[in-house]
């Protein structure tokens, strides 16, 4: 092999080389400096050329070999440029082949992005940063992918990536360039682009990303800011630039498209909408010159009209800035005002005002202002503290969001698990019906008359949730009872009784085992006493370990009140019906067992409201039976 | 007619922290030539001759809060020595005093003012 730097050859030994390379590439050709610089048409294709005119003057220019990727009718060439001396005189030797696709995909490999298969960050270095061209380029940025990352998990987030890549490539063309420029971050390059499809590819490339599903995650839309700028002979990585420039006043809003092709209403209708209260012009006209340019603007001189516009612009207001001594309705109850609609949770106020003491500013944050502006206004401050707490206050919002739609699909999700338990456990029990459901509507009932009624028995809101959704689980031990007894149409023997009453150590030994893992975990803990103790009665007489009073935990009296009133109202394979009212009636009479006298306060209390959301017998739908 | 640099320094204002804080001088010397147009000095006078000490508190407030925006520093001290006098009274009697002292300034900073708008 030549040593390219060095090689200095005679006209024969030239000769002998290029019929050597012509071996393995169809098109070798010798060329002298003057060729490359002379020659009218392209080196290789005439006039149907993929330039290599410049890669030629670059491989004389550093002496080292140029290699290129070259497509010309369909096919991919690989084009190499060696430097080399012939009789004194700088050569290029020109060498040009089609690209096997081995070695196509050896070199997609190096330049492809694992996770979304478009071009990774070492293909722009090495291929597009300092290619200059006529084009649109775009950066487009995940929104708020951080955040989806760690609430979601990292799969999630590396699945999203890919799907996001998907939908950008469905909005570009196929020849159009797309790299995963950093964590959440692309760069589209759209070569000889025109204006108006370069906009228009630019918004369905952040529609493609709104309508990304993420496998697993169907709930979730993401938004993508994209920066679109077009460049004219200047490189690839100026373009980029420029669109991080435009991005970065874009992301004030998620899903925000800006290029510089848009006219500047365009791109003003996306401006955040700025509320100013003050009832001195003066102030007004200067907050708003210094704001204009970044948002549009609405003035108010007074607290009633101020409010009326509050009302009126709702959600599309992103801030109001509040002076604080005004005639009429002072600032300090217009925000008053705010908090009670508590439209300030969403809109942030900042005050402004010369009001300096402390008192003032206290009572600004403690009435619900975002941040505090004295006077005299400084431009710069003022700008980056609305751009600030705009910037939080979307932040927050897309957050909260997330957020919420991901707690509600898990609280569905085991919602869901737990009834489809709860119903194979009916369908093996023989209960026909809503036995567990209304086991848990009369739970989430008694306990929120017990904790009224108690002085000593402390449960919030989703304590007593947790409880009641644990109470589904409170006869899983029958799964592991003979079919035999558990359906047995007539009175069972002493010895099957003994049995069945071990459905609740079994249950609370299931559920010991099964959520060995969830140790601590509330809805365990009360799922265990639950299953255990249920059959516990006030007076001792209960099994299986025969607690009394208030040994038994309250979650499993509660719970076995509910079971034994929904007991007596189903029908079962050994017993109608029995009425409402003669049910409450029985179970005070203590036919059932005693109970927390208390507790029967409550059944008193809420036994209207049992009947009203308790399912009739008509309305139940009985399980199939197997 | 005289620059806005002089108008300021004329009637001893602080041009170049004024000019820093609004965007430069040509904004600065917009939002200034405004304040001829600013009507708070003409509603304090009236309220004071009213005897609305509200009324005047207000007015001499906005007063305050204007000229300090505009860096009118010799119009901003008395301002804030009318509104001390005027918070939270029954009687305008108090802020008498202080009046002479800021119509004075009132006075210079309007004809430097005109004379730069000229």
């Known amino acids: 092999m030549l040593n390219n730097h060095e090689a200095n050859l005679t006209d024969e030994e030239a000769a002998a080389e290029v019929a050597r390379v012509a071996k393995t590439y169809p098109v070798v050709r010798l060329l002298s400096v003057d060729q490359i610089k002379s020659e009218p048409n392209c080196l290789l294709a005439g006039d149907r050329c993929p330039c290599l005119r410049q890669s030629s003057l670059e491989a004389l220019a550093d002496s080292d070999e140029v290699s290129e990727k070259l497509l010309s009718d369909g096919t991919e060439y690989r084009a190499r440029l060696r430097p080399l001396k012939v009789e004194g005189e700088p050569h290029v030797l020109l060498m040009v082949r089609p690209i096997n696709e081995q070695e196509a995909a050896e070199e997609d490999l190096v330049y492809t992005d694992v996770l979304t298969s478009v071009r990774n960050r070492r293909y722009y270095e090495e291929k597009l940063r300092n290619a200059r061209m006529n084009a649109g380029v775009a950066v487009i940025d995940l929104d708020d992918f951080r955040v989806f990352n760690d609430t979601c998990g990292r799969h999630a987030g590396d699945l999203a990536l890919g799907a996001v890549a998907t939908a950008i490539r469905s909005g570009i063309r196929s020849t159009d360039e797309l790299v995963r420029y950093g964590c959440d971050k692309f760069v589209v390059v759209m070569p000889n682009i025109p204006s108006d499809d370069f906009t228009r590819r630019l918004h369905q490339v952040s529609d493609a990303v709104h309508a990304t599903i993420i496998p697993g995650h169907e709930y979730v839309r993401l938004t993508a800011c994209v920066g679109g700028v077009r460049i004219h002979g200047e490189t690839v990585d100026e373009g980029v630039g420029r669109a991080v420039q435009l991005l970065s006043r874009a992301k004030t809003k998620a899903g925000t498209v800006v290029s510089d092709a848009d006219s500047i209403e365009a791109f003003q209708s996306e401006k955040p909408l700025v509320l100013i209260i003050d009832d001195s012009e003066m102030n007004r006209v200067i907050l708003n010159e210094m704001l204009k340019d970044e948002y549009c603007i609405l003035e108010a001189d007074n607290g009633r009209t101020a409010l009326d516009m509050v009302d009126r612009y709702g959600d599309e207001l992103s801030l109001v800035l509040l002076d604080i001594v005004m005639p009429g309705m002072s600032g300090f109850e217009v925000l008053a005002d705010l908090s009670r609609r508590s439209v300030s949770d969403n809109l942030p106020v900042i005050m402004i005002s010369s009001e300096d003491s402390d008192d003032a500013v206290l009572r600004a944050y403690e009435l619900g202002a975002s941040d505090y502006i004295?006077?005299?206004?400084?431009?710069?401050?003022?700008?980056?503290?609305?751009?600030?707490?705009?910037?939080?206050?979307?932040?927050?919002?897309?957050?909260?969001?997330?957020?919420?739609?991901?707690?509600?699909?898990?609280?569905?999700?085991?919602?869901?698990?737990?009834?489809?338990?709860?119903?194979?456990?009916?369908?093996?029990?023989?209960?026909?019906?809503?036995?567990?459901?209304?086991?848990?509507?009369?739970?989430?009932?008694?306990?929120?008359?017990?904790?009224?009624?108690?002085?000593?028995?402390?449960?919030?809101?989703?304590?007593?949730?947790?409880?009641?959704?644990?109470?589904?689980?409170?006869?899983?031990?029958?799964?592991?009872?003979?079919?035999?007894?558990?359906?047995?149409?007539?009175?069972?023997?002493?010895?099957?009784?003994?049995?069945?009453?071990?459905?609740?150590?079994?249950?609370?030994?299931?559920?010991?085992?099964?959520?060995?893992h969830h140790v601590g975990n509330a809805l365990m803990e009360y799922a265990y006493q639950i299953a255990r103790w249920h059959h516990e009665r006030w007076d001792g007489k209960g099994y299986p370990d025969g607690l009394k009073g208030d040994e038994i935990p309250i979650a499993a009296q509660v719970v076995s009140v509910a079971d034994v009133y929904d007991a007596l109202t189903s029908v079962r394979v050994y017993k109608d019906a029995i009425p409402h009212k003669e049910a409450i009636q029985m179970i005070l009479d203590g036919k059932c067992g005693t109970f927390n006298p208390l507790l029967l306060d409550c059944l008193l209390e809420v036994q209207d409201r049992i009947a009203e959301t308790l399912a009739r017998p008509a309305d139940v739908v009985a399980f199939p039976t197997i | 007619m005289i620059s806005m640099r002089e108008a300021y320094e004329k009637i001893g204002a602080n041009y170049d922290d004024a000019c820093a804080r609004l965007m430069g001088g040509e904004m600065l010397a917009r939002f200034a030539l405004k304040f001829l147009?600013?009507?708070?000095?003409?509603?304090?006078?009236?309220?004071?001759?009213?005897?609305?000490?509200?009324?005047?508190?207000?007015?001499?407030?906005?007063?305050?809060?204007?000229?300090?925006?505009?860096?009118?520093d010799n119009l901003y001290e008395p301002a804030v020595v009318v509104t001390e006098a005027l918070r939270g009274a029954d009687a305008v009697d108090g802020a008498r005093e202080g009046m002479h002292a800021l119509q004075q300034q009132y006075a210079a900073t309007m004809s430097a003012l005109r004379e730069a708008a000229e």
């Open chain 1, 374 to 516: 004295s006077r005299p206004f400084d431009s710069r401050v003022v700008r980056r503290r609305v751009s600030n707490t705009i910037r939080l206050y979307a932040k927050q919002r897309r957050l909260t969001n997330l957020l919420s739609q991901q707690y509600n699909e898990r609280v569905k999700n085991s919602r869901m698990l737990i009834d489809i338990m709860a119903g194979v456990m009916e369908l093996r029990n023989g209960e026909s019906g809503r036995h567990v459901t209304n086991i848990e509507k009369l739970t989430e009932l008694l306990l929120g008359c017990l904790v009224q009624r108690s002085g000593t028995i402390s449960l919030d809101n989703e304590e007593r949730s947790t409880i009641a959704l644990a109470s589904a689980l409170h006869d899983i031990g029958k799964m592991s009872i003979d079919d035999a007894i558990l359906n047995k149409p007539g009175r069972l023997t002493p010895e099957e009784f003994e049995i069945m009453k071990t459905h609740t150590t079994m249950g609370a030994d299931m559920l010991l085992e099964l959520g060995r």
């Open chain 2, 37 to 72: 147009d600013d009507e708070s000095m003409d509603k304090l006078e009236a309220a004071m001759a009213a005897g609305d000490a509200e009324g005047a508190f207000m007015a001499a407030h906005t007063l305050k809060g204007v000229s300090q925006n505009l860096g009118f």
